[in-house]
C-alpha cells in the first residue's frame, strides 16, 4: 500500500505542477523503483516530496532515505547491470537517468538517501546540480 500511496501521491505533484504526460510518467517510474530499493534493500524508511520554485522554474524534489545496512560499492550498484536483489539491474542506473538531477549518499551500515529532482520543462540553465 506504501508503494501506491508514493506512486499516487508523485503522481498528484506533477500533475500540479503542470509537467507533461512524459515528465510524470519517468518521474513516477523513478519514484516506483527508488521507493522499492528504499523498502527491500533498506528494510524500509520514508520519502519526502516539495515542490521547489528558482524563479521561474518549477521542480519537484524527492528524497528517500532508509536506515538500512547502506551501499557497500555506490559505483557497483549504479553501474547498469548490477543487480544484489535479482532484478534486471536497471534500478538505481535507471531512475537515474529518468529525472534531471540525483544524488546518492549512503555509508555502510549507516543506510542511504538518494535526492532527485525532475524540473518543469527541463533543466533550467542558471541551475547548479545538487
Not at 523513478?30 to 521561474?56: F, I, K, P, Q
Not at 534500478?91 to 555502510?108: D, K
Amino acid at each position: 500500500m506504501d508503494l501506491m500511496w508514493i506512486r499516487q501521491e508523485v503522481r498528484r505533484l506533477a500533475t500540479e505542477v503542470q509537467f507533461s504526460l512524459v515528465q510524470q510518467t519517468k518521474l513516477v517510474t523513478a519514484a516506483s523503483e527508488l521507493a522499492r530499493n528504499t523498502l527491500v534493500h533498506g528494510g524500509g524508511g520514508h520519502m519526502e516530496a516539495t515542490v521547489l520554485h528558482d524563479g521561474v522554474h518549477t521542480a519537484v524534489r524527492l528524497v528517500f532515505a532508509d536506515c538500512g545496512p547502506g551501499i557497500a560499492d555506490v559505483d557497483q550498484a549504479m553501474s547498469d547491470g548490477y543487480t544484489s536483489g535479482g532484478g534486471l539491474g536497471l534500478g538505481l542506473g535507471g531512475a537515474r537517468r529518468l529525472v534531471h538531477e540525483f544524488r546518492l549518499e549512503s555509508q555502510p551500515g549507516r543506510g542511504t538517501t538518494i535526492t532527485v529532482l525532475m524540473w518543469h520543462g527541463g533543466v533550467p540553465p542558471t541551475r547548479q546540480a545538487l
